[in-house]
C-alpha cells in the first residue's frame, strides 16, 4: 500500500475508552477505525535450517515478513456502554438460638 493512502477498518472486535467497555460477538456493530498507511517494510529475518543426519543433507533459507505501517486516525464508535460487574451473592448468617443449636 502506498505511503499516505487511508483505510478504513471495519472489523472491530472491543472498543474500550477508560471505564467504558464495548466488547463484539464476534464484531462491534457500527464500529471503525481510520488509519493512514507510512509505508512497507520488512519484519525480522528468520532463519529455516533444514538438516537430516548421517546424510549430506542441509539446506539453510531466510524469510522476511512484508507488513504495512499504519497510524490511527479516528475510532468511530466510542458510545460503548459501561460494563456491568456481575451481582455478588451474599449468603445469611445463621441465627444462634439459645440452645446452641
Excluded: C, W
Amino acid at each position: 500500500m502506498a505511503e499516505g493512502n487511508t483505510v478504513e477498518l471495519d472489523k472491530v472486535l472491543l472498543i474500550a475508552d477508560g471505564d467504558k467497555v464495548k466488547v463484539g460477538t464476534p464484531t462491534v456493530d457500527g464500529a471503525k477505525v481510520v488509519a493512514t498507511s507510512r509505508g512497507e517494510g520488512k519484519g525480522k529475518k528468520i532463519i529455516v535450517f533444514k538438516y537430516k543426519p548421517k546424510s549430506t543433507y542441509h539446506r539453510k533459507t531466510g524469510h522476511r515478513q512484508l507488513y504495512t505501517r499504519l497510524i490511527i486516525d479516528k475510532i468511530i464508535g466510542l458510545e460503548a456502554t459501561p460494563v456491568v460487574p456481575a451481582k455478588k451473592v451474599r449468603r445469611r448468617k445463621k441465627e444462634v438460638t439459645q440452645n446452641g443449636a
